[in-house]
């Protein structure tokens, strides 16, 4: 991600914060937590990342998840992770609006935010894509394969919306 969106010429990256730095800025809130059965979990995106068009003077916020295939897709299991029960989360996020939390931060009143999901296999990236459309997430999710991305294609039509199946690469 950082070294693509770097060697943009109109896109430029603000900042690329990894999960691994334990992002302090991140919402501390208990509304920020997935709800499983009876038990919280929070859920930390994998990366954060804003980005810039300098020209038009705007910022967009994105939530990174990369998929390795060890977490389920979906899951009955009340005490068990899956995609699809993040993506609930990051739903509730968009409509009580939790991530404007990153706006000081950022130095930017954003409006809304992107999930980008990088899956390592394109039966699971289709999987995702009906669970998804299933439960009406949609416009603020973006899917792609490991195999599709690089420097080069990052910011290309390589994401995928859930519940679009022709023409649905952005």
């Not at 709800?35 to 995106?45: F, L, Q, S």
Request: aromatic share 10%; glycine share 6%.
């Amino acid at each position: 991600f950082v070294k693509g969106c770097q060697n943009s010429g109109i896109i430029q990256l603000v900042e690329f914060i990894p999960e691994y730095k334990k992002m302090s800025i991140r919402p501390q809130n208990n509304e920020n937590k997935e709800y499983d059965g009876n038990k919280e979990k929070n859920i930390i995106p994998d990366g954060v990342m804003c980005l810039e068009n300098p020209s038009r003077k705007k910022k967009a916020l994105f939530f990174i998840e990369v998929d390795l295939g060890s977490e389920k897709i979906t899951t009955t299991k009340k005490d068990q992770y899956s995609l699809l029960k993040k993506m609930l989360v990051y739903r509730e996020w968009l409509q009580n609006p939790k991530y404007k939390e990153y706006s000081g931060y950022f130095g930017y009143e954003f409006t809304g935010f992107r999930v980008l999901v990088i899956m390592n296999s394109t039966t699971r990236i289709q999987k995702l894509k009906r669970e998804l459309h299933k439960n009406n997430i949609r416009k603020f999710v973006c899917i792609t394969g490991q195999a599709e991305i690089n420097t080069e294609t990052v910011l290309e039509r390589i994401w995928q919306i859930p519940g679009i199946e022709n023409g649905d690469r952005i």
